[in-house]
């Protein structure tokens, strides 16, 4: 998660522009983008997403918390080495250690799971995180991603796997996996009782 944010940050120093990130990836890249003055964009999990979504709003890079890191200006794809080189200028730039740099950035807990969900869809996913979560604002257009201003959930099907992937962010651990406890339980009872649970 943090290959991202720093090298966002690098290419942030030297040009404004737009930035992307799957709906997955740390809210780091939020703050980043309050903190230079330019707007953040989410796409669906998937480096092919995120880089539709870059095309879309002429972002200056973006990636995956994965550590995948793309910037327009050498190619539109994921790069290890253009991944390597921002974080050596941003070592450069902050005159530090790497724990320093790290340490520079908002601090989040992130929680992950997966949870075995055949036959569950999108719809119902949806569904379910809406009936669970009704005080956050919805993202549906990769699963369900519901956010606060302080945390957030998501849950999606697998592309891969028949999974279901649930992931959460917050200020601590504590209140993170929190939120991944309860969109599991939900789905956990979907998966048993079948589709007629979200009706």
């Known amino acids: 998660e943090y290959t991202l944010a720093v090298a966002a940050r690098a290419v942030l120093r030297r040009e ?3 930035v992307v990130a799957n709906m997955s990836t740390s809210r780091m890249i939020e703050d ?3 903190a230079f003055g330019v707007s953040a964009h989410r796409s669906p999990v998937g480096e092919a997403n995120v880089v539709a979504k870059m095309s879309e709003v002429s972002a200056v890079v973006g990636g995956e918390g994965n550590g995948g890191v793309i910037l327009p200006a050498v190619h539109p794809g994921r790069d290890a080495c253009t991944a390597a080189g921002l974080f050596l200028t941003a070592l450069l730039d902050a005159g530090s ?3 320093a740099l790290v340490g520079s950035l908002q601090s989040y807990s992130m ?3 997966k949870l075995r969900a055949p036959g569950v869809t999108g719809e119902v996913i949806r569904t379910l995180m809406e009936r669970t979560f009704p005080d956050a604002s919805g993202d ?3 699963g369900a991603k519901m956010t606060w201003p302080d945390r957030w959930v998501h849950a999606r099907m697998s592309g891969t796997e ?3 992937r649930i992931i ?3 200020p601590d651990e504590t209140v993170a996996s929190g939120l991944v406890r309860r969109a599991t339980e939900v789905l956990s009872n979907c998966t048993e009782d079948g589709l007629p649970c979200a009706e």
Do not use: H
Request: charged content about 20%; cysteine-free; aromatic content about 4%.
């Open 168 to 170: 959460a962010e917050a």
């Open 111 to 113: 929680v992950k799971t």
């Open 162 to 164: 028949p999974v279901a």
């Open 140 to 142: 549906y257009s990769d």
């Open 16 to 18: 404004r522009g737009p």
């Open 32 to 34: 980043l983008a309050a």
């Open 97 to 99: 250690g790497v724990s």
